[in-house]
């Protein structure tokens, strides 16, 4: 470990960009799962869009040794994910990560997000106590999300399994609105609520949704992952989710995510549908798009060690339970 160190923590500017791509190599080698962060001409692109707002942690001679960032999926994502979180391994006990998020959160606020949410590794609990730190809460778990070869330098890592990843939000300001879900889902989703401090009024009806499906899906080929994201849940939802995982399946995705917008009436009976196609819960998303809250379902294609899943506390255990025993209740549909 070297002494003790005061790196300016600031946003990332363009001619820093090589810098970071070099951390990048210092922390995972060729292993970061996201490919942007290696290209600096999308790195470039994705900083002047605004679509990404990064945080360095920088020493003197211009060498970055940490970073974070808000990413945001589009113009409709109104809390971002934050992440892309790593820390040079030579200065690792610093505090580095927990002063780049503590930048992190004030361009949040300075952008009047709502919130934000964010994935944790689990085959440590490091990340997570940093979230649990700035009160950010667990809403979710990915089994299976992370491909085995991502490697973090330094650090624990498992080979013979993909790793899944703990879901939380951190609440900056909230907007109370109508969401719909199944009623054997309202206990599990009163309690997030309660433990965010956020308002939403939970109702079940069954309605079926109207007109065409709106319905949009990206493959991430290197993952083994497909996003299913729906804009408007129509009366051919299942039809439009079949035909969408018969062109992914053929690509040996080992997951699919859907994002179900429940603050349409529909989503409680689509839910429920969605469960015939071996969906279930993967996390609930506050404030994730401009119209309200998401649900992320998941389906699993390939198996998953869920006993290397590491929770920092039992608020973690207690979701991660819930998402495990859903999976196997729709497994056994």
Known sequence: MTDTISPQITTLALEDIPHLIDCV????????????????????????????????AKLENNQIIGHCALTFDGAQNASPEAGKMMVDPDYRGHHIAELIAKKRIEIAQSL??????????TNHPYSQHEMIAFNAKE????????????????????????????????????????????SEHTEHLNALLSSLSLERNISNVD???????????????????????IGHIG???????????QKIESLNIA????????????????????????????SWIPNYSTQGDVLRLQKIYQTVNVNEIICAREQGEEVKKFVISEWERV???
């Open 139 to 182: 809403t979710g778990l990915f089994i299976g999300d992370v491909p085995p070869t991502f490697a973090m330098q330094g650090l624990q890592n498992f080979s013979d399994t993909r790793m899944s990843l703990l879901a939380f939000y951190l609440p900056l300001k909230d907007s109370p609105h109508d969401i719909y879900v199944p």
């Open 112 to 121: 009047g997000l709502p919130g934000f949410w964010t994935e944790c590794v």
């Open 207 to 229: 309605i079926q949704g109207s007109g065409e499906t709106q319905i949009r899906t990206e493959i991430d080929s290197k993952d083994q992952v497909a996003n299913i994201s």
């Open 235 to 245: 009366e051919d939802l299942i039809a439009s989710v079949k035909a969408e995982l």
């Open 331 to 333: 497994s056994r549909k």
């Open 25 to 56: 190599r210092r922390c995972y080698g060729d292993s970061y799962t996201n490919p942007i962060m290696y290209d600096a001409a999308q790195l470039q692109d994705a900083i002047v869009t605004k679509k990404m707002h990064s945080v360095v």
């Open 255 to 282: 997951s699919a995510y859907l994002d179900l917008p429940i603050t349409q009436e529909a989503a409680a009976n689509a839910y429920i549908e969605l469960e015939g196609l071996g969906f279930f819960w993967g």
